[in-house]
Nanobody, 123 residues
Framework: QVHLVESGGGLVQAGASLELTCELS????????VGWFRQSPGNEREFVAA????????YYATFARGRFTISRDNAKNTVYLQMGGLKPEDTGLYYC????????????????WGQGTQVTVSS
């Protein structure tokens, strides 16, 4: 089993930057891919970005490409999501999730999920 804890969310103004952190613990010797997803009230959970265990392959949602960067430090069992140029529509609860051996853009392919960290962007 893998336990994930997100941090780094907060209230910021439009145009600001935030870095979210996802710390993995437990069965971290496996090759876990990690994805970030977000959900706002009344909307379905949507894919943001994902990274394979090697860190060499990344995937981004269209809205995230060019503004967000996903990275990881396997020595620290940590994955980061650097977000820039934040917009009010980026507001939501951001989750990280772990997938054994992959890094899908589909939430149903992830086995373990964190509790989420809230990001609120004011206009």
């Amino acid at each position: 089993q893998v336990h994930l804890v997100e941090s780094g969310g907060g209230l910021v103004q439009a145009g600001a930057s935030l870095e979210l952190t996802c710390e993995l613990s437990g069965r971290t010797h496996s090759s876990w891919g990690v994805g970030w997803f977000r959900q706002s009230p009344g909307n379905e959970r949507e894919f943001v970005a994902a990274i394979r265990y090697s860190g060499l392959t990344t995937y981004y949602a269209t809205f995230a490409r060019g503004r967000f960067t996903i990275s990881r430090d396997n020595a620290k069992n940590t994955v980061y999501l650097q977000m820039g140029g934040l917009k009010p529509e980026d507001t939501g609860l951001y989750y990280c999730a772990a997938q054994d051996g992959g890094a899908s853009m589909k939430a149903e392919n992830y086995e373990y999920w964190g509790q989420g960290t809230q990001v609120t962007v004011s206009s």
